[in-house]
């Protein structure tokens, strides 16, 4: 979340109020680096963590090192740990490189976009063996799974490059300033606004797809471990637009002074950790069996077929639910960036 959201924040909401309001951008883009550094950190860890996890449960039986090498390399689940450990060692090498040179802010921007770009190749690799991938079907499951991990990325990471932003203002010189703090602050809250739209309604409206795909009524999502992981998610979520809501409506009108401004930092904090709980849910999801009720039929010819049982009308209903978040999540983002744009040029 953070290797793929932190520099889209940073690079599209963060970096352009600090040009348009003449505030120094090394020190912010100092602090990204070293979020983003702590986070490939992490993914090499996590990626060594989730191929155990994955291996485990297999309860597979090795008589020498040779037969586990060949297993990593020929196994989906080892491809993948090699894809994510490369992917981390390019994006580790990357920001050391500019830690080292000590380099300005072009070279520093190009090392944060290539760490985005790999963060959305290891974000395939998670797709590539999730739920979706393992039902075999068709492509729109996995591409709706893909979505749902960038869109909370979209939202949660954009939403780390706004805390570091709104920190460094109130930590700088500026903090001698009232007015430029509120200034800021105010109109990093505006930029934001409608990334965070579209990452909001993009993993609701994908949610929602996903749901239909692997929940088959309306009964499970109440009766299963999956299904009420799912609510949780909801209801952390829920929590989390609510935040961000009122940041929007409310504290933007009224932060009229410093005090404000740190009230507002503490609660992006606290949206900060709702998000980061609906990953920990996401986590714990992709452990869970979804509640797939099956049925097998025998064949005259001999054969087999297995069919899962599903409420068609349960299914419509949340594939409708889906199309209309994502449609007005569209009218949305783009009345939001014409009144951020509208805005600005005043």
């Not at 929940?215 to 929590?239: E, M, N, P, Q």
């Amino acid at each position: 979340m953070i290797i793929v959201g932190l520099p889209i924040g940073l690079i599209g909401v963060v970096l352009p109020v600090f040009r348009r309001l003449d505030i120094d951008r090394l020190p912010v883009l100092a602090s990204a680096r070293r979020g983003v550094l702590a986070a490939v950190i992490v993914m090499l860890a996590g990626a060594v963590a989730l191929f155990i996890a994955q291996v485990m449960p297999l309860e597979l039986e090795f008589d020498s090192p040779m037969a586990w090498m060949e297993f990593v390399q020929l196994s989906l689940l080892g491809q993948m740990l090699i894809a994510r450990l490369g992917l981390g060692l390019v994006a580790l090498i990357a920001l050391l490189w500019t830690i080292w040179q000590r380099a300005g802010q072009n070279r520093s921007i190009g090392a944060l976009v290539v760490c985005a770009l790999i963060g959305f190749a290891a974000q395939a690799t998670i797709t590539r063996t999730s739920h979706s991938a393992a039902m075999d079907a068709g492509w729109m499951p996995v591409a709706a799974d893909f979505a749902h991990l960038f869109a909370g990325a979209l939202w949660g990471g954009g939403l780390v490059a706004v805390i570091i932003a709104v920190h460094h203002v109130r930590r700088t010189n500026l903090a001698d300033e009232r007015g430029a703090v509120i200034e800021a602050s105010r109109a990093l809250i505006r930029r934001f606004s409608p990334l965070a739209i579209l990452g909001v309604s993009l993993a609701a409206g994908t949610g929602v797809a996903l749901t239909s795909v692997h929940v088959g009524d309306a009964d499970a999502l109440r009766t299963s471990d999956y299904g009420r992981l799912i609510l949780l998610k909801i209801g952390l979520a829920t929590l989390a637009i609510a935040l961000a809501a009122w940041h929007k409506f409310v504290t933007w009108r009224r932060m009229n002074t410093l005090a404000d401004v740190r009230r507002f930092s503490h609660r992006l904090l606290i949206e900060a950790s709702l998000v980061f709980g609906i990953f920990a849910g996401a986590a714990w999801l992709t452990s869970t069996s979804p509640p797939h009720h099956t049925v097998i039929h025998h064949m005259a010819d001999g054969t087999s077929h297995m069919m899962m049982i599903a409420d068609p009308d349960f299914q419509r209903l949340l594939l409708i639910a889906a199309l209309a978040i994502l449609s007005a999540g569209i009218v949305a983002v783009v009345l939001e960036w014409r009144d951020c744009l509208s805005s600005t040029q005043r």
